[in-house]
């Protein structure tokens, strides 16, 4: 394991910002939350053969992806696939999930997505905003097949990402 301020000989680089995807049971419920709820933008709606799939080693199956993006730029990709999905078990607890655990949207006023969540019958995991830290309050949701969404409010983003600030002037 490396040092940690110490750099790296190789440097992942990219070209546009993370999307993340979401393996889904029925794409049709999860586009009425991403895009009804969240209001996520369609971009692209796409369909894989079994071919495609079975060699890109995606699934045996072939699948339909959509991808989503939000009003910042990033993307959700909901991917469903034509054959059979694994369920894995919804834990009470977000951090009692292994793995990728949840998505983190940072927005400018949590109570108003508190609001909105809570007015629209979306399941909240916590009961309200809540204040983690000084300056820093969030709120964990799931989406309808049970993936933990986190909202995110820093009163002060310069602190936790200067890079955003400084690339914004």
């Known amino acids: 394991m490396m040092a940690r301020n110490q750099p790296s000989a190789w440097s992942l680089k990219m070209v546009a910002p993370l999307e993340p995807g979401i393996v889904c049971r029925d794409i ?3 586009l009425q939350f991403y895009e009804g709820l ?3 933008e369609v971009v692209a709606d796409a369909k894989a053969t ?4 079975a060699r890109f080693g995606a699934s045996p199956d072939g699948y339909r992806i959509v991808r989503l993006q939000t009003p910042y730029g990033e993307r959700v990709k909901l991917v469903q696939t034509d054959g059979r999905i694994v369920d894995s078990p919804t834990p009470q607890w977000v951090f009692q999930r292994r793995g990728l655990a949840y ?3 940072i927005v ?6 508190f609001a909105h969540m809570r007015q629209n019958n979306a399941k909240l995991v916590s009961p309200e905003p809540i204040e983690v830290r000084p300056g820093f309050r969030a709120l964990f949701v799931a989406d309808p097949e049970g993936n933990f969404i986190e909202f995110v409010e820093y009163a002060d983003l310069g602190a936790y990402r200067p890079d955003l600030i400084l690339s914004a002037t």
């Open 28 to 30: 049709g419920i999860m």
């Open 38 to 40: 969240l209001g996520f």
């Open 50 to 53: 079994q071919e495609m799939s």
């Open 103 to 105: 998505l983190t949207f």
């Open 108 to 113: 400018p006023n949590i109570n108003e997505v």
